[in-house]
């Protein structure tokens, strides 16, 4: 399928000056949130950590909570409304806050364990 697809767009996550990975949002999971996403593409800030399981991107979006999840494991991608947050989970966890879930991580996700306070992500869509 490629990222042209209805139902599953491959964006890229760069940790700046680091390196990158591949993930995709899937539609079906949450349509309306997806594609509130996807509108707002690129997205950039510094990168944040929720415990030792979760680094997220806080952003401009403003979508309410869709298809509540509590549990997610290595590699999803969700969406935490309450803070506006696309959030990369690096291993199972439950984070007692109830979130939106949105994708997956396609490639390698151990370069997530390298980041660091002030680093900056930046999502943008793959071309080529």
Known sequence: ???GSVSK????????GKSKLTFELKRHLSPRT???ILRSLPLSGNAHQLGTSILYLET???SGI???RKEFKKGDVAFFPT???VCFFTKDAEPGKT???VGKILSSIEILNDVKP???????????
């Open 83 to 85: 803070a506006g947050s």
């Open 1 to 3: 399928m490629s990222s």
């Open 99 to 101: 979130m939106t879930p």
């Open 9 to 16: 767009t491959i964006l890229i996550l760069e940790i700046k």
């Open 118 to 128: 002030g680093d900056v992500f930046s999502i943008y869509a793959e071309t080529g």
């Open 66 to 68: 869709e298809r509540a």
């Open 34 to 36: 997806v594609g509130s």
């Open 60 to 62: 401009p979006i403003d």
